[in-house]
T-cell receptor, first 110, second 112 residues
């Protein structure tokens, strides 16, 4: 089966750094995605990791450890507009689909 | 205007009615997907299609039906057999060998 866990909610203040963790147990692995979803809107792509290590993209970075079944999304210099749900998704090999976690609702306070 | 289009944005259904949600794309992507999203739950896969005239059940296919007669279109019918259809429905597309999704803007279905 597939099991993807991430915290339900997190809060942080403007300008701070926050780390959103994701652990997964899946039958095979062929990449991990992070998406951002504002309330009532479609998810938008943030990052993709398939090899171990850190991928940096502006204020957002994503880390993967395949041996530990673990990833995190790091958001720096938080802004109010970063208040959203962050979805972790895993792609097993040989399947044309993604499995999603339940999402982490991040609230950024002024 | 290129991309993926879902319609309508809001849909109301009476008990016992079938309704069809539209998903159209003009990016020539091979794969199309339908997900359902409920508060506090992740995205759950209903159906997906990787080529025309072929589709597979996802994790929660009961009470839903799809067709893929054209590459551009993947409509989802919510039948009266779906006991709890009120939810936010998202269509997504991806290219062969490209593992990422592009999502449509979603349809919010409410049973009245």
């Amino acid at each position: 089966g597939q099991n993807i866990d991430q915290p339900t909610e997190m809060t942080a203040t403007e300008g701070a750094i926050v780390q959103i963790n994701c652990t997964y147990q899946t039958s095979g692995f062929n990449g991990l995605f992070w998406y951002q979803q504002h309330a009532g809107e479609a998810p938008t792509f943030l990052s993709y990791n398939v090899l171990d290590g850190l991928e940096e993209k502006g204020r957002f970075s994503s880390f993967l450890s395949r041996s530990k079944g673990y990833s995190y999304l790091l958001l720096k210099e938080l802004q109010m507009k970063d208040s959203a749900s962050y979805l972790c998704a895993v792609r097993p090999p040989d399947l044309g689909r993604l499995y999603f976690g339940r999402g982490t609702q991040l609230t950024v306070w002024p | 205007d290129g991309g993926i289009t879902q319609s309508p944005k809001y849909l109301f259904r009476k008990e016992g009615q079938n309704v069809t949600l539209s998903c159209e794309q003009n990016l020539n992507h091979d794969a199309m997907y339908w997900y359902r999203q409920d508060p506090g739950q992740g995205l759950r896969l209903i159906y997906y299609s990787q080529i025309v005239n072929d589709f597979q059940k996802g994790d929660i296919a009961e009470g839903y039906s799809v067709s893929r007669e054209k590459k551009e279109s993947f409509p989802l019918t919510v039948t009266s057999a779906q006991k709890n259809p009120t939810a936010f429905y998202l269509c997504a597309i991806s290219r062969q060998g490209d593992y990422g999704y592009t999502f449509g803007s979603g349809t919010r279905l409410t049973v009245v």
